[in-house]
């Protein structure tokens, strides 16, 4: 998934999932507020967004967590 509308259409349709450690359990990359993205500095592919670490507040426990993507089709 090298074209950026690509990654942005799996986030519409919900299939771009991160981890809570908290709840232990994957969240939905839309049902949670996003805090910060880090990109990661070792990564000069076309795919830079699938190897970033997105920092996130989960809603559900109320925790800053840190989650690299995971994409479920």
Known sequence: ?????????????????????????????????????????NYWGAEPWWHDTRVFNCKECGTEQKSKIEYAP
Request: charged share 20%; net charge negative.
């Open 1 to 41: 998934m090298s074209n950026p509308g690509e990654f942005l259409q799996a986030g519409a349709d919900g299939k771009l999932w991160l981890y809570c450690q908290e709840c232990n359990e994957v969240k939905n990359f839309n049902a949670v507020e996003h805090v910060n993205c880090i990109a990661n500095e």
